[in-house]
């Protein structure tokens, strides 16, 4: 028995959620402080302990900066006090956050800390203020400023690559491929925030977005500590292709600036990729943005053979499994009119299935 059959909608449910979730940005930058006593050093507020703090001579205005590296949205700072003693010191400390290294005053406040609690860690909003660089200071005379522990949290909204499944043509070491997509931007030890091919010819990194977008920018930071010339020449590719690993995909030049303009081009992959012999591809940081998933309909020309009623759900089942192996899973099949006859003939004329995919 053959079958004719009506439309037939596939609808793909693969949506990705990219929840803002703050990350401590803090031990990512460099501190330094006013003054230092005895061996109270100023990074002692970024190793996590609460026993290992900073501590300036008594002195006017003390402070203590973070230089983040680049410049952050700040969702807020935390500060945790000393636990033995001189809680009362902290009175009066103002956090900024600003662009400006040199004239602390000159950086917006945050917020003010009116007292901390020996040993407790207060949290104080910044709601987004945009800065490089993060102040505490402690304005007034015969002043000291100790601090033991300091959190800085920023949110990354819309960053596409964020949690997807990345690959690259080869590995060096512990510059693993995921590192290009950590949020961290490996200004302080790349080795443990960026990613790295082996040097080869022609190669290339790779992010699966898992569905289609329309992809208005990439960013892309390179490595700070040396070799920033090997990324020259660089090629950012973006659609839908996996022929040649993605590299034949549409192509948007590289060149020294670290954001890419994309002109909404369509796509599920992104690559980087370095033609060339004896190459590197380092990556510390690939951020996409764009919008999407987007709603595509395809046809799809079926010939199905069977003795089964079309109230059955052979059809969706045969493509269902057809496009889990074109790498498409999580969908929901449904007829766009239920299936009115069956057709007793020699041979029919292949079906046609509309097929609506993300």
Request: charged fraction near 15%; hydrophobic fraction near 35%.
């Amino acid at each position: 028995m053959f079958q004719s059959l009506p439309t037939l909608l596939l609808h793909t449910q693969k949506c990705f959620s990219i929840e803002h979730i703050p990350v401590n940005v803090a031990t990512w930058g460099t501190p330094v402080q006013s003054t230092l006593y005895y061996s109270w050093y100023a990074h002692y507020a970024l190793d996590g302990l609460s026993y290992t703090c900073t501590h300036t001579t008594t002195q006017t205005d003390p402070w203590w900066k973070l230089d983040l590296m680049k410049t952050y949205s700040v969702n807020r700072v935390t500060i945790t006090n000393r636990p033995d003693c001189c809680e009362s010191r902290i009175d009066g400390a103002e956090i900024r956050i600003g662009n400006n290294s040199s004239d602390v005053f000159s950086n917006p406040v945050c917020a003010v800390v009116s007292t901390i609690p020996a040993g407790a860690t207060y949290s104080y909003s910044c709601h987004g203020m945009e800065g490089r660089y993060v102040f505490v200071n402690l304005p007034g005379t015969s002043k000291i400023l100790t601090l033991c522990d300091v959190g800085v949290y920023v949110i990354f909204p819309g960053n596409l690559a964020t949690g997807r499944n990345v690959t690259q043509s080869s590995t060096i070491g512990s510059w693993i491929t995921e590192q290009a997509v950590d949020f961290n931007p490996g200004f302080i030890q790349p080795s443990s925030a960026c990613s790295s091919t082996d040097i080869q010819t022609n190669p290339w990194w790779r992010v699966d977005l898992s569905s289609v977008y329309r992809v208005s920018r990439v960013v892309i930071t390179n490595r700070l500590d040396c070799c920033p010339e090997r990324i020259n020449g660089a090629e950012i590719r973006i659609g839908n292709s996996l022929e040649n690993n993605g590299n034949n995909n549409p192509i948007i030049p590289a060149g020294v600036s670290s954001t890419y303009i994309c002109n909404d081009m369509e796509g599920r992959y992104v690559n980087l990729f370095i033609p060339g012999d004896s190459r590197f591809l380092t990556l510390c940081e690939v951020e996409v943005y764009g919008e999407g998933p987007l709603l595509k309909k395809t046809f799809l020309k079926m010939k199905l053979k069977s003795s089964s009623s079309l109230s059955e759900p052979i059809c969706s089942f045969q493509l269902q499994s057809a496009l889990v192996e074109q790498g498409f899973s999580d969908v929901t099949l449904q007829w766009s009119q239920p299936p009115e006859q069956e057709v007793m003939q020699k041979e029919a004329a292949p079906a046609q299935c509309a097929v609506r995919k993300r």
